[in-house]
């Protein structure tokens, strides 16, 4: 048989590598950057056109490249970074595989310039899909500067891949983030499509969070730190009360280098326990140090996976240094028993005479009254405050008479802002009898035998098909806020703010200005109450964010899941008898009221048939 194996040609193994390392413009961001960090620069510049699809443009003020060197920077395994295989296991740069400018140069069109410190003229070179252009003399300051252009040019199938520029924008973003936190005394720029997305200045690690995130960032987040011979922890988390339903700000840095570790995020969540609610997640931002013999991190190509040697102590060392930190925040000032508390009082309080603080009270309010407004149930069971007074009488239910028990005591009126179930259905066939149990199930009669609903579920399909209709068809309906509420964000929560402005709009909110780090609201959705409006536009925000990134699904549809999940009803609320009508005869009259908009059942049916077979 004659031989068939040959050697792919360079330009075609580069090519398959590319795949490996550039999957998105994101990819080619992060290498470039990181290049530029191991080439020692202070000040790095990033430029990205229409989401990187027509231009990265990396700009550092490094060590730069010989004429040499420039030209074999190109080869596939040309690294100056390590020389023998144990090199691999005390690394101190980002880049030792040699293959991202190769694999970068074999899918787009590739310029750079660059000089080093000591020459008098730089080098400019010009490489597409692997050909060199031309590469020339050029006068250039020290440093480096490297432009892709055209990313995929010559694999359609990935160019067609690519999500919008938003999306990949998105990505970038990420991108930098993770790359700047982790160098905060290296000022960074980044300007996309000609405006400046970042400036930051070199800082430290405080000030460059703050700086990335926003001012309002500051006031969350709790220090931590920590030295034991195995590893040096420093960092911050954000206080419990910040904790957001959905991930986003969680960074582990190890020596300087972005990881994902589910197990340390498990630390990390932990060490939360019981701080926050099991549906919220902890932001972080931890640099932990370690020897560089103890990990590996040549598992992945994109590198972003790391083995450690000793990975249950870090686990518990993490837990243990988080939980200290929390632990030293929440505690109120610790009692220092030196003290003898009477050489506190100050000495003009001492011999003066008590004065009796006077009490006030409220005689027109009845904590009894009932708000039996059947034309508009009210939502002030959604008040957090007469939850907790309401949870005083769990397990008192079965002795109050069942109709007793269906009604809500509320507090706060005022707050009424209109009726959820607008809108009833008049037929003949409405449903009049139903009861609560648990306060999380509602059940009803049916000709056959019951229903029994998930109240939160049934709730939450109820306003999604609402905000989905209003932005559809009608203009939404809106109510203006007496003053204007301003909220800040961060730059990046800003930009998606102002991607999303018009669907916020189509679904009742209404903007003043949406600009440097604030928006100011002047209206909202109709069940939306003040109090909640800066809660609920995070929970917006970071959803979008969240799923943009995944896959683009209509934006309203996203913002309406959001808003009706934020919204409904909760379980462990009572309803009053006029509510869970409501609910009920409304979810009757949605399009899909089988299943939430989050794709679980809304309500089981139990005929007779069924409960005849128990009986037998
Ligand atoms: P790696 O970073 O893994 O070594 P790359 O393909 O990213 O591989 O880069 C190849 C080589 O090119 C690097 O080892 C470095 O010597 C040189 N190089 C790349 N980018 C820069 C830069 N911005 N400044 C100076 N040298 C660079
Ligand atoms: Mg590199």
Not at 363 to 373: A, H, I, M, V
């Given at each position: 048989m004659a031989d068939i194996i040959k050697l792919l040609p360079d330009h075609v193994a580069n090519q398959i590598a590319a795949g490996e390392v550039v999957q998105r413009p994101a990819s080619v961001v992060k290498e470039l950057l990181e290049n530029a960090i191991d080439a020692g620069a202070n000040n790095i510049k990033l430029i990205i056109k229409d989401g990187g699809k027509v231009l990265i443009q990396v700009v550092d003020d490094g060590l730069g490249m010989s004429a040499t060197d420039a030209r074999l920077s190109f080869e596939r395994h040309a690294t100056s970074k390590i020389q023998k295989a144990e090199d691999l296991f005390n690394l101190s740069t980002k880049g030792f595989r040699g293959e991202a400018l190769a694999s970068i140069a074999a899918i787009a069109h590739v310029e750079m310039q660059t000089k080093s410190e000591n020459e008098e003229l730089g080098t400019h070179l010009k490489i597409e899909g692997s050909k060199i252009i031309f590469q020339e003399a050029s006068v250039t300051p020290k440093g480096t500067s490297m432009a892709v252009k055209n990313l995929f040019f010559n694999i359609p199938a990935r160019r067609n891949f690519l999500k919008s520029n938003q999306v990949e924008l998105r990505h970038i973003t990420d991108e930098f983030h993770r790359v700047a936190l982790a160098h905060p005394t290296i000022a960074f720029h980044f300007y996309n499509n000609g405006s400046e997305l970042f400036n930051l200045p070199s800082d430290n690690y405080r000030k460059r969070i703050v700086n990335i995130f926003g001012t309002r960032t500051n006031q969350k987040l709790v220090p931590v730190e920590e030295e034991t011979p195995i590893v040096v922890i420093k960092g911050f988390i954000t206080k419990p009360e910040f904790a957001k339903k959905s991930r986003g700000e969680q960074f582990f840095f190890i020596n300087n280098r972005f990881i994902k570790s589910p197990y340390l995020h498990h630390a990390i969540v932990a060490a939360f326990e019981g701080l926050i609610k099991s549906d919220s997640y902890p932001g972080y931002f931890l640099y932990l140090e370690v020897d560089p013999a103890s990990i590996d991190i040549n598992i992945h190509p994109t590198k972003t996976e790391v083995k450690f040697d000793d990975e249950h102590s870090l686990y518990a060392i993490l837990r243990s240094t988080v939980k200290h930190s929390l632990g030293q925040f929440n505690v109120a000032p610790a009692l220092d028993f030196e003290h003898d508390p009477n050489l506190q009082t100050p000495y003009e309080f001492k011999n003066k005479s008590v004065i009796q603080p006077n009490v006030t009270v409220n005689?027109?309010?009845?904590?009894?009254?009932?708000?039996?407004?059947t034309a508009s149930a009210s939502r002030?069971?959604?008040?957090p405050n007469t939850q907790s007074w309401e949870s005083l009488y769990v397990g008192h239910e079965s002795k109050m008479g069942a109709d007793d028990n269906a009604r809500s005591i509320s507090f706060e009126s005022d707050t009424i802002t209109g009726s959820i179930f607008e809108g009833e259905k008049e037929s003949t066939e409405a449903v009049t009898t139903t009861f609560q149990i648990r306060r999380k199930y509602i059940v009803t009669t049916i000709k056959s035998g019951m229903v029994v609903i998930d109240q939160s579920r049934a709730h939450q399909r109820v306003l999604y098909e609402k905000f989905l209709k209003n932005s559809t068809v009608q203009q939404a309906v809106s109510q203006q806020l007496l003053f204007p509420l301003s909220v800040s964000f961060s730059k990046s929560e800003i930009i998606a703010l102002q991607e999303i402005e018009d669907i916020l709009v189509s679904i009742g909110f209404l903007f003043e200005k949406i600009e440097g780090e604030s928006i100011t609201v002047t209206g909202v959705p109709l069940l939306v109450a003040e109090s909640e409006v800066g809660m609920i536009l995070d929970q917006l925000i970071s959803d979008y964010q969240q799923e943009i990134t995944e896959e683009s699904f209509s934006h309203t549809d996203i913002l309406s899941k959001t808003l009706a999940k934020t919204l409904a009803v909760k379980t462990g609320e009572t309803l009053d008898n006029a509510s869970q009508i409501a609910l009920v005869n409304d979810l009757f009259a949605c399009k899909e009221a089988m299943v939430s908009p989050f794709n679980k059942p809304v309500y089981i049916t139990i005929t007779e048939n069924d409960i005849d077979k128990k009986f037998i």
């Open positions: 005689s027109g309010f009845n904590p009894f009254q009932e708000t039996r407004n002030s069971y959604q008040k």
